[in-house]
């Protein structure tokens, strides 16, 4: 089996401290390592070190081989952002010619994984599915009525692989409001989707043949062309032409047979500062500090700093305060995914220096 890391989003919910240059993936958020160490050193441990492959931007491909130079040959290259239908589909092409009858799982290099043993067994159990022609989608079981993550639900149970009852999916659900979101988590018939696939190659891009016939037919050019002296120009020219759409909306959403397997491991997709706070240690007044801070009557806050600079607080509650050398955020933390919109503010008024 193989495993594919997403690392190519800007994180603009992190900001201050996810840049363009250095985005979310980069910072060490949920643990002492980059994110996208973390989730590719995991994943090596799950399914073995040359099974791992990380697919992102150009410019973001020195920066990982950087901190990680083992995988200097398993990092492909996402050249344009055209949305993650065209990511996944390069990758399966570029797998397919190391192994055209493998299985292929899809994961975000942004995730937390709190409980490894349980995650390693639901991969293993999708891939046994995924063998057997099967699209498999990992879900969460919520332990509470998120409002930021969409749904999955669940439909009749088709047994178990690899000691894991896999069920059908009913449908794909949009993130819900909040009392909408309630009676999803009552009902008990909803996970939260992960975002995680497992496929094999030929089964995926059959699915890309059958619903997004143009990109396929684009990435066979580029199959053809591989260890060609034009590889990276056809690369180039096709991926550059290629329609901008999910692999959600372009594939997932048409499927009538897509299984989920429940995840009982802690899981949290790492998209916004509230989150960071979610998963971080605290302190005895529920402060997680990343920073030298000195507080008096300070309590629920997030603190993230620099070195050589204190950050002291006096009578606050449920802040988030992110300082680095050019930026300073401050925030209540029940606002923290509106951190979007102050970086789309930042691109409308031209101060693209701080983004």
Not at 159 to 176: D, H, L, Q, Y
Not at 179 to 207: C, D, Q
Not at 237 to 244: A, L, T, V
Request: proline content about 4%; aromatic content about 8%; some cysteine.
């Amino acid at each position: 089996m193989f495993a594919v890391v997403m690392a190519g989003g800007g994180g603009t919910r992190l900001w201050p401290k996810s840049r363009e240059t250095h985005p979310k993936q980069m910072h060490a958020l949920a643990g002492v390592k980059p994110l996208v160490q973390e989730m590719t050193e995991r994943l090596q441990r799950i399914v073995g070190d040359n099974q791992v492959y990380i697919i992102t931007n150009s410019h973001q491909k020195s920066a990982i081989t950087g901190v990680m130079p083992d995988m200097a040959g398993r990092v492909l290259v996402d050249p344009y952002r055209r949305d993650t239908a065209a990511c996944i589909g390069l990758a399966a092409v570029y797998l397919s010619a190391v192994d055209p009858n493998a299985v292929m799982g899809i994961f975000a290099s942004d995730h937390f994984i709190g409980k490894e043993g349980k995650f390693s067994g639901v991969v293993h159990a999708a891939e046994k599915l995924a063998e057997q022609g099967h699209v498999v989608t990992i879900g969460i079981r919520p332990t509470g009525p998120e409002t930021g993550y969409g749904y999955i639900e669940m439909g009749e149970s088709v047994g178990t692989a690899g000691g894991r009852e896999a069920f059908r999916v009913s449908k794909f659900v949009e993130k819900p409001d909040r009392a909408t979101a309630e009676k999803y988590v009552e009902s008990g018939r909803y996970l939260w989707n992960s975002g995680m696939f497992v496929w094999s190659i030929p089964t995926v891009l059959g699915l890309y043949e059958k619903h997004l016939p143009e990109t396929f037919e684009r990435l066979m050019r580029i199959k053809a062309a591989l260890g060609t002296p034009q590889e990276h120009d056809v690369v180039d020219s096709e991926y550059k032409q290629m329609d901008r759409v999910s692999v959600d909306y372009g594939i997932m959403e048409k499927l009538d047979d897509t299984l989920v397997i429940p995840g009982d491991f802690e899981w949290n997709d790492i998209g916004s500062w509230a989150t960071v706070s979610a998963i971080a240690g605290k302190d005895e007044h529920g402060n997680a500090v990343q920073a030298s801070h000195i507080g008096l009557d300070t309590h629920g806050c997030l603190v993230i700093g620099a070195e050589g600079k204190i950050i002291a607080t006096i009578g606050v509650d449920d802040l988030i305060i992110v300082d680095t050398d050019d930026a300073l955020l401050i925030c209540k933390n029940d606002r923290a995914q509106d951190v979007k919109k102050l970086v789309d503010k930042l691109k409308e008024i031209r101060f693209e220096k701080y983004l």
